[in-house]
């Protein structure tokens, strides 16, 4: 029976059965994994904290090597014993060989650092999440290495994690300045930015759910998240590629290495690209194959990524550098060793995107819906018994459902989920349809103490919505999601119930701050790319009123323009053109137009300190940006 208190509660005795009838089910573990997870370590970081660049309300440090130390021994009774497994594998960090001339730092962000030797440097494939976890990474390489300067920097594709840390280990000046080339997938740009700046805001509001960013690391809390530790803070930057890949097959030479690319658009990222080490016999598959299932989906928030093709460029990797490679390594994870050994583990990777896409849509095509699909749809034992195919990560059940999403959309087909009352008041008329909240509590309290814990969580949020302040719904939504997370194997998914029940619990975070991408980042962006997320940020209902609207934007420091355009509400933006008769003329320096999307300084700010001007209606142009929407990091999701 839930208390009114804060605190976790033990499994229960369905839950413990539950758990033990699962592990039945697991593959034996023949020692592999183990012995690849530890091959070619040779040190680790004496410090484990890695500190900030700059002071933040998450605290003092962006990263600690000894949050995960308490993963060690036989899984407790709450937490999945898969992924517990898997939760100490992705524990281990250092440095590590993969081949002689080729290491990566694992475990000391969200994705591996690879260095390859060149002749004069290291050419850097996929540089972390943060300057701070990338200077530390960099930092343990020279140490052991000996110190080299970064020549060449190397995105897999267009995930912030692989790309934002690269101001910890080059200078700007020296990408600018063509001495680093920064060669990405073509794309990238376009799609790093949709994601971490359009979206952002969403995103990360979602992703502390996902991640886990609020709970602690612990057996009761935060374990894993299935594909690394978890997720850094710190300072991440975008700059820009100077070199991107149009074709597979285009090959470069990078400080004296050669490269080999396989271009794999709408994988697991929207620009995403294989490479090939001919000289070394060594090859990176990116993030679309790593010691897990992906998502095809992610929780928090993107675009439904393509299994298809996924899955038939694995199949072209294979058939183009499985006869000779001898290790394959990647973004997450650890390598495997051995021609056999790599073409056997692309295999089944392989197969695993293609069973999701084929089955999801063969049962598609049978009239099933998505939630029908994710019920019904299975690993076979061949897949099943691979635990780098397990949903540690990503799941079968959501993934099926990502599939049927990308060809089917949202909409299952059923008349009623045209237009469903939005959840506030579908929530009281639930609870009053079911009898009101007594009768409803009771019931879910019966369904509980039977350990039917998803149809309690599903039952009770209609209850919490249509009263929020009801203690008991909360409490006994949040116990229910509680049980569900240890029964989890997927780390996203323990992740979520377990934000879920701490925020039913203690209620959604109250922070004053605001989601802005940081200075780091607008840099990188284009003109087009600023104004298109300034479009974002109107409220259009507000700025309709203004009508039409025709403005020059003329940044003075790079001789840059922008024809702007308020039309109904929207904005619309032209780099390079200008208006010949415009309403008004805005000038400024890029860096305080920067300003202004990074910090949050207002337009009539910078005008009254002299750093911008603007000629013609200024009125018009200030009550434009009067109507700019603040998007606070935290919003409720589990209560209205």
């Known amino acids: 029976m839930s208390d009114d208190t804060h605190q976790s509660k033990p499994p229960t005795e369905h839950t413990l059965v539950a758990i033990e009838a699962f592990t039945s089910t697991l593959p034996k573990d023949d020692g592999t994994d183990v012995i690849n997870v530890d091959r070619g370590f040779i040190a680790t970081r004496t410090d484990p904290v890695i500190s900030r660049l700059e002071p933040s309300a998450w605290g003092g440090h962006t990263w600690d090597l000894s949050r995960s130390d308490f993963v060690d021994g036989p899984a407790p009774a709450t937490v999945n014993p898969s992924l517990w497994r898997q939760a100490g594998f992705n524990a281990r960090h250092g440095l590590y060989e993969v081949c002689d001339g080729i290491y990566q730092v694992r475990g000391f962000d969200a994705s591996n650092a690879t260095f390859v030797r060149g002749e004069r440097g290291w050419v850097v494939i996929d540089p972390m999440t943060t300057a701070e976890t990338a200077a530390a990474g960099y930092e343990l390489v020279s140490e052991h290495l000996g110190h080299r300067e970064v020549t060449a920097v190397i995105y897999t594709h267009s995930h912030v994690d692989h790309y934002g840390g690269i101001l910890g280990m080059v200078d700007r000046d020296r990408v600018d300045s063509g001495e680093v080339p920064v060669v990405a997938p073509e794309g990238f740009l376009t799609e790093a930015v949709a994601e971490f700046v359009v979206a952002a805001p969403a995103m990360g509001r979602r992703a502390t759910f996902m991640f886990g960013l609020l709970l602690p690391w612990d057996e009761y809390g935060h374990v894993d998240t299935g594909l690394t530790k978890g997720v850094p803070a710190g300072a991440p930057a975008l700059v820009p590629p100077t070199i991107e890949i149009t074709e597979t097959g285009q090959e470069l030479i990078l400080d004296g290495v050669r490269v080999e690319f396989q271009l794999t658009p709408e994988s697991e990222a929207p620009a995403e690209m294989h490479f090939y080490f001919s000289d070394y016999r060594a090859l990176c598959m990116a993030e679309n194959c790593s010691g897990t299932m992906h998502n095809v989906l992610t929780l928090r928030g993107a675009q439904a990524r393509d299994s298809l093709r996924w899955s038939r460029y694995i199949d072209e990797a294979i058939q183009r550098w499985g006869p000779e490679a001898e290790v394959v390594f990647a973004s997450h ?100 349809f079911m009898g009101g909240m007594d009768e409803l509590l009771v019931k879910a309290r019966t369904a509980y103490e039977s350990g039917d814990y998803r149809w309690v969580a599903q039952v009770l949020r209609h209850a919490v919505f249509d009263d929020p302040e009801c203690r008991e719904a909360r409490l006994l939504q949040a116990d229910a999601f509680e049980q569900l997370a240890y029964l989890a194997e997927s780390g996203p998914w323990r992740d979520e119930y377990l934000t879920g029940a701490l925020e039913l619990r203690n209620g959604t975070t109250d922070a004053p701050v605001f989601s802005r991408p940081r200075a780091e980042v607008v840099r990188g962006m284009t003109l087009q790319q600023i104004f298109d997320f300034l479009a974002v940020k109107i409220d259009g209902q507000a700025a309709a009123t203004l009508g039409p609207l025709a403005i020059n934007w003329v940044l003075t420091d790079v001789d840059e323009t922008a024809r702007l355009e308020l039309s109904n509400g929207t904005l619309h933006s032209m780099p390079g053109l200008v208006h010949d008769h415009p309403d008004a003329t805005v000038s400024c ?52």
């Open 589 to 640: 320096d890029r860096l305080f137009l920067e300003e202004m999307v990074a910090t949050g300084r207002t337009l009539p700010e910078v005008v009254d300190a002299g750093e911008a001007s603007i000629e013609g209606q200024a009125e018009r142009v200030l009550a434009l940006w009067d109507t700019l929407t603040d998007f606070p990091m935290f919003w409720p999701i589990i209560e209205p």
């Open 333 to 432: 994870g650890w390598p495997h060793w051995g021609t056999e050994a790599v073409v056997s583990y692309l295999t089944r990777q392989r197969d695993l995107y293609r069973w999701l896409h084929d089955q999801a849509m063969r049962l598609a095509n049978l009239g099933h819906t998505p939630d029908e699909i994710a019920s019904a749809v299975k690993l076979p034992p061949g897949l099943w018994d691979d635990y780098l195919c397990h949903g540690y990560y990503g799941t079968v059940s959501h993934n099926v459902r990502a599939v049927y999403q990308r060809y089917l959309g949202f909409f299952d087909g059923h008349p009623s989920s045209l237009d469903p009352y939005e959840p506030v008041e579908s929530g009281r008329r639930y609870v009053e």
